[in-house]
């Protein structure tokens, strides 16, 4: 497990969010999405949860169950890079699961299955983190993949090969 200390600093940034959120309608998301985005890999580790929890006096099966209920949420380290691949109806028939092989293959991952089933991809340098996603809501440009945050269509195996050569040469890979 990629578990990170938490120090001192930390906890005060935690202590800083909570606060700024204080009894506002959706505090919970919002505590939980910026202290997702301040920590290193971008994800929420066991301390996170379980401090949040704490300080906001809210069961820790709560957060855990928001957390969990989001995609958007990580509870595993996340690598610098992120490329999700849509694997919806309209990018499946049009072949987003062998999109989804290449960009493995090129990443040299290999699927990895968490003890609740789901997989998940992260290079062992943390540079790119692979996930997928049921639908993007851009069906007319299928097959559709984000790398970032930018969204990439009609996607084919070679444009996915020349684009992680891109992002592999600036990460240094």
């Known amino acids: 497990m990629h578990e990170t200390n938490t120090s001192p600093l930390d906890t005060n940034r935690y202590d800083t969010i909570i606060e700024k959120y204080k009894n506002r309608p959706g505090a919970l998301l919002s505590v939980l999405e ?24 809210i069961p820790l099966s709560q957060v855990y169950s928001v957390v969990t209920f989001y995609s958007f949420f990580n509870l595993k380290p996340q690598g610098r890079h992120t490329i999700t691949v849509c694997r919806g109806t309209a990018c499946h028939t049009r ?13 040299g991952l290999h699927e990895q299955n968490d003890s609740d089933g789901t997989s998940y ?11 997928t996603v049921a639908c993007f809501g851009q069906c007319a440009l299928a097959p559709v993949i984000a790398i970032d945050g930018v969204i990439y269509s009609k996607m084919t195996s ?15 890979a």
């Open 158 to 172: 070679k444009k996915i090969v020349d684009l992680l050569k891109g992002y592999k040469k600036k990460a240094g």
């Open 95 to 107: 072949g987003s699961k062998p999109l989804l092989e290449d960009v493995l293959r090129s990443l």
């Open 121 to 131: 991809y992260t290079t062992e340098d943390m540079q790119f983190s692979v996930r």
């Open 34 to 57: 910026e202290v997702q985005r301040i920590s290193p890999h971008t994800y929420l580790n066991e301390y996170s949860l379980s401090y949040i929890a704490i300080h906001m006096h």
